[in-house]
């Protein structure tokens, strides 16, 4: 199907991926217990420091309820002040562009969106946002909620490890998230996209020859060290309008590979993190599998639908290299289908081509790795999302053998499965009364025209923004006041419902002292529990979602002639 | 609980030790089960925490993360710190050069607007725009590469593919000086290979073949007539 160096230039941007991740979880394990790392000369001064500002004692023990509302906070106050600077921009600095102020709806959407890790964009960044609210305003969200996810992930898990209901300091974690992780990797990635072609300036504009003669303006900026963070981050939000599509934030094909690479980074690491914090390495593999499992199920699909559009097969046209609608010229269609793979499934919601021409197999493939958020899923929240899978599998399979569900020594009682209930429905109600909305009013298809496709472009809006994933399906008119305001509040609920959900799980967890093997407890670092894992997630989400994916991308596939 | 599940004994056995369970007891755990420890009390975060790692967050992540990287740009990678290096689509209707593919922004860089086809994978548009494209290119009653007539997802792909480069062989030889041969010539000297042989696919650069092209040509073509019945839109 694949050309053979497609299958190598596939295998070795994955293969490698992975076994950076896999280095980075370790590493992370030990950064979030507090072991030595190499980094530590000269980041323990630091955080030193940071805390002497913030007048914080990391030491201190928090219960979750006291992590949550530290991070609701912290996440509130950064939202307003983004909110503000985007609803201002007019009046403000650094504006060569001349950018006027936000209306107050699209500046809540935008400000939701980089708060939320979701990064949609209603707005188009050459015109819409100036330097300042790019760089003091939404860049410092990409890191901030990066942190987020990661601190949310790191407390969930402490809960399998302690018994006094403590999950860790909130201040202690987002610190050592930002300056043990986040900016170290993200100046390497910056470093490595700089010396690789990608424009790094203070400047707006430059200018190109036109082949005619004289010159055109080309909006340019410092993209590397954004779309460093954009990716590492799983945040997504382009630079430009046309994100990693467009020539100067991706400039050839072994740029979009490093960029491919930066998102599997935090996106993988997670369940080696895992294992290495539950002193039970082993552990880390049913989750990897389950992930790789279905991921590369979808990257093979992908491949699959993406390989030709047989409803163009009368106009004489040949597509020898592929589907090439709304795709670029310098990466093979393998490799933007990669990248989008990659980027949609960790839920990065960067885009290297255009979504809404993709052939409707590929939209609903892409469409289902939102509706599961797990494999791998965002920033620490993905991980925190299969986590809760896999207790709501072990619980429902604990009951159907006659065993006390129990995971890693930690009985599985209502508390914990109140929340992941929690968690698991806010997703489908987040996208499905919307939609509902949208639909009935009318308001769906002014926005995004009729039919099946109208339909999915304004489904795959609104799940995109549930999972917090941010790449959009267009042509959609979506910068109106109804989609601005709908939509950043589904990005909050689709992220601080599972993030709350997630912070009480662990401290449920945490309360519980723990219980040692008996024979009686299910094995769960082996194949079996896996394949069981895998099930449970993919019959789980096509109960909740199936029906609006048949009314959607599968109606327009079957509308084919 | 543990009565209902079915290995009461084994419970028993493996409980926790009995000196956590009387600490518990004494700290008032809840109805649901012995040994559990309580939450610790919730408390909202002071201010100070809240505002000085926003105000930290922005000074270093915002202002300084980028303004040392634009200087360190400066140093390390002076001739693309600009992005006036990477090649951009342009309009290019000139029937004796090569064309570049359509796009649905005008090849505007500053449109600022992401060029999402207005129609999609199965939409009657898409059929008849392909038609369009094919028409408007000249390429009736021949084999078209589809790269050659779709949209990019930037609208500022200045690149091709092989393919699409060798089908506009005819017409740019009719209308300059150059011989078919030569042309293929030229086409296939200026094919970008894959980096190490799998990175990429091979693809051709419109805008340098055509500076090539325009070496090459002496100055009466770029006059040539019959362009606009040729051009693209």
Redesign the interface.
Same mark, same amino acid.
Do not use: K
């Given at each position: 199907m694949l050309p053979t160096s497609s299958v190598v230039d596939v295998l070795f941007t994955l293969g490698l991926g992975l076994l950076l991740a896999r280095w980075l979880g370790i590493y992370m394990a030990k950064v979030y217990t507090d072991r030595p790392t190499a980094l530590d000369a000269v980041a323990d001064p630091v955080d030193r420091l940071v805390y002497r500002v913030l007048g914080v004692d990391p030491r201190r023990q928090m219960g979750w309820k006291e992590y949550a509302g530290a991070l609701l906070v912290v996440n509130a106050v950064a939202l307003v002040f983004v909110f503000v600077l985007l609803f201002e921009q007019g009046s403000l600095p650094l504006n060569s562009w001349h950018v006027p102020g936000m209306t107050w709806d699209l500046a809540f959407h935008t400000s939701s969106a980089f708060t939320t890790n979701t990064d949609y964009q209603h707005y188009a960044p050459e015109t819409q946002a100036s330097l300042l609210s790019s760089l003091l305003g939404l860049q410092v969200l990409m890191f901030l909620s990066a942190a987020s996810g990661l601190v949310v992930l790191v407390a969930f898990v402490r809960g399998f490890l302690r018994k006094d209901g403590t999950v860790g300091n909130f201040w202690a974690d987002l610190v050592r998230s930002l300056t043990r992780v986040l900016v170290p990797l993200s100046v390497v990635g910056a470093l490595v996209l700089l010396l690789a072609g990608v424009p790094e300036t203070l400047a707006q504009s430059t200018q190109h020859a036109l082949l005619g003669g004289g010159f055109e303006f080309v909006p340019t900026g410092p993209v590397a060290s954004w779309e460093s963070i954009e990716m590492i981050g799983s945040n997504g939000g382009g630079y430009f309008a046309a994100n990693a599509g467009a020539p100067l934030q991706n400039p050839s094909a072994f740029t979009n590979m490093v960029l491919i690479v930066m998102m599997m980074l935090l996106t993988f690491a997670p369940p080696f993190l895992f294992g290495r914090m539950v002193k039970r390495p082993n552990e880390a593999y049913p989750h990897i599998g389950a992930i790789l499992i279905i991921f590369v199920t979808a990257l093979l699909l992908l491949f699959f639908f993406e390989g030709s559009n047989s409803f163009l097969s009368g106009t004489g046209v040949t597509q020898t290299g592929g589907y090439f609608v709304g795709a670029e010229s310098r990466f093979s269609l393998s490799e933007s289908v990669l990248f989008q793979g990659v980027s949609v499934y960790g839920n990065v919601g960067a885009t290297s081509m255009s979504l809404g021409s993709l052939t409707p197999g590929a939209q609903s493939v892409l469409l289902w790795g939102m509706f599961l958020q797990c494999a791998p899923g965002g920033v620490g929240t993905g991980f925190g999302t299969l986590l809760i899978n896999a207790l709501l599998a072990i619980f429902v399979g604990g009951l159907m053998v006659g065993r006390t569900p129990e995971y890693l020594g930690k009985k599985i009682g209502p508390a914990q499965v109140k929340w992941a209930i929690v968690q698991l429905l806010s997703h489908p109600l987040a996208i499905l009364l919307p939609l509902a909305v949208a639909a009935a009013s009318g308001l769906g298809k002014v926005a995004a025209g009729p039919g099946s496709h109208g339909f999915t472009v304004v489904m795959y809006e609104f799940v995109s923004e549930s999972a917090n994933n941010g790449s959009g399906m267009g042509p959609i008119a979506d910068g109106t006041p109804f989609f601005n305001v709908v939509g950043g509040l589904i990005m909050l609920v689709g992220r601080f419902v599972p993030i709350i959900a997630m912070l009480a799980i662990g401290g449920a967890l945490a309360r519980q002292p723990a219980i040692p093997a008996s024979p009686g407890t299910l094995k769960t670092s082996s194949a079996t529990f896996t394949l069981y894992l895998v099930g449970f997630v993919i019959i789980v989400t096509g109960l909740l979602f199936l029906p609006i994916l048949a009314m959607g991308p599968f109606s327009q596939g079957v509308a084919w002639p | 609980?543990?009565g209902r599940?079915?290995?009461p004994t084994?419970?028993r056995?493996?409980a926790?030790e009995p000196r956590?369970i009387s600490a518990d007891l004494s700290s008032g755990g809840e109805p649901?089960?012995t =040994?559990?420890? @309580?939450?610790? $009390?919730?408390?909202?975060?002071?201010a100070?925490?809240?505002?000085?790692? %926003?105000v930290?967050?922005?000074i270093l992540?915002?202002?300084a993360?980028?303004?040392v990287?634009?200087e360190?740009?400066e140093y390390?990678?002076p001739s693309?710190?600009?992005?006036?290096?990477?090649?951009?689509g342009?309009n290019?209707t000139?029937p004796a050069?090569f064309w570049m593919?359509p796009s649905l922004i005008d090849y505007q860089?500053?449109? =600022?607007?992401? @060029?999402?086809? $207005?129609?999609?994978?199965?939409?009657p548009a898409?059929?008849n725009e392909? %038609?369009r494209y094919?028409q408007q290119y000249g390429l009736?009653n021949?084999?078209?590469?589809?790269?050659l007539?779709?949209?990019?997802?930037?609208?500022?792909?200045?690149?091709?593919?092989p393919?699409?480069a060798l089908v506009q062989i005819p017409r740019v030889a009719h209308f300059s000086n150059l011989t078919q041969g030569a042309l293929l010539q030229l086409v296939n000297a200026s094919i970008v290979q894959?980096?190490a042989?799998?990175?990429?696919?091979a693809?051709i650069d419109v805008?340098s073949l055509?500076?090539t092209l325009?070496a090459l040509e002496n100055a009466s073509v770029l006059t040539a007539s019959g362009a606009t019945a040729l051009s693209p839109r």
């Open positions: - | 609980m543990s599940t079915g290995a084994r419970e056995r493996h926790p956590e649901e089960g =040994g559990l420890a @309580s939450d610790p $009390p919730f408390r909202w975060p002071s100070r925490p809240v505002v000085t790692l %926003l930290l967050s922005v992540l915002g202002v993360y980028p303004y990287f634009s360190v740009a390390v990678a693309t710190a600009t992005g006036a290096n990477i090649t951009l342009q290019i000139n050069l593919r860089p500053f449109s =600022g607007a992401g @060029s999402e086809a $207005p129609y999609g994978p199965t939409d898409l059929y392909t %038609l094919i009736t021949v084999s078209v590469p589809l790269n007539v779709s949209p990019s997802e930037s609208g500022l792909d200045p690149d091709i593919t393919e699409a894959p980096v042989g799998f990175i990429g696919p693809y805008i055509d500076r325009l």
